[in-house]
């Protein structure tokens, strides 16, 4: 299967522990984002990339998340001193920009985080 | 931010026609519509893009009138596996980030 692959799908943590997310996309795209999902709502966006450069990050949710895509290929995402309003599926997409033509995003199928 | 409005849920039987209406009134020029659809504990999946007029392929069609203040995403014949919430966002591709924004969806309901 050559889609959008997260890692770990589940993960469950205690309050105030760091943790790091990956997410490995579509070989050949060169945009990845990620996103916040919560119960009951739509997909929170919280940044992205264009190759390795990040090309938005005011949306972040606070100083403690942070994301890198250091080669421009699998990215990860960082949540420090976590709480449990952290507590979501953490969702990655990847998409191709090519001509400046946007194409659709692919997400894969998210990391559940439970901060107890 | 480039807000859209849908209904919360809809109902529908199989083999009918479903149309979800999205509200997107200060859309602006360089924005593009894209629709979504998302299972449980999936990730979303795309359905259809379109800038204006009218876009179809295998899946659905997306109407979308000269003002573009609002478009529809019409599934023809449903089955009971198109039950999912449906996300309609606006916004431009090239500045992905400061206007693309997914609502609450519309959660569509496909009954036997």
């Known amino acids: 299967d050559t889609g959008v692959s997260q890692d770990p799908r589940h993960k469950i943590t205690k309050r105030g522990q760091n943790v790091t997310f990956r997410c490995d996309p579509i070989?050949?795209?060169?945009?990845l984002y990620w996103y916040r999902q919560t119960l009951g709502q739509g997909p929170e966006f919280l940044t992205y990339?264009?190759?390795?450069?990040?090309?938005?990050k005011s949306r972040l949710l606070s100083d403690r998340f942070s994301a890198e895509r250091p080669k421009g290929s699998f990215s990860t995402l960082e949540i420090q001193r976590t709480e449990q309003g952290d507590s979501a599926m953490y969702l990655c997409?990847?998409?191709?920009?090519?001509?400046?033509?946007?194409?659709?995003?692919?997400f894969g199928p998210g990391t559940r985080l439970t901060v107890t | 931010l480039a807000k859209t409005t849908q209904p919360i849920s809809m109902d529908s039987y199989e083999g009918q026609e479903v149309n979800i209406t999205c509200s997107h009134n200060?859309?602006?020029?360089?924005?593009?519509i894209t629709w979504y659809q998302q299972f449980p504990s999936q990730g979303p999946r795309f359905i259809i893009q379109?800038?204006?007029t009218k876009v179809t392929n295998e899946v659905a069609s997306l109407f979308i009138p000269a003002d573009r203040k609002s478009s529809t995403l019409s599934l023809p014949r449903v089955s009971l596996s198109d039950t999912a919430v449906y996300y309609c966002?606006?916004?431009?591709?090239?500045?992905?980030?400061?206007?693309?924004?997914f609502g609450p969806g519309t959660r569509l309901s496909v009954l036997p």
């Open positions: 379109g800038y204006k």
């Open positions: 070989s050949e795209h060169n945009r």
């Open positions: 200060n859309i602006a020029t360089n924005d593009y």
């Open positions: 990339f264009q190759n390795e450069a990040q090309l938005e």
């Open positions: 997409a990847s998409s191709l920009i090519l001509a400046g033509q946007s194409y659709e995003q692919y």
């Open positions: 966002l606006v916004g431009d591709p090239d500045n992905y980030g400061q206007n693309f924004v």
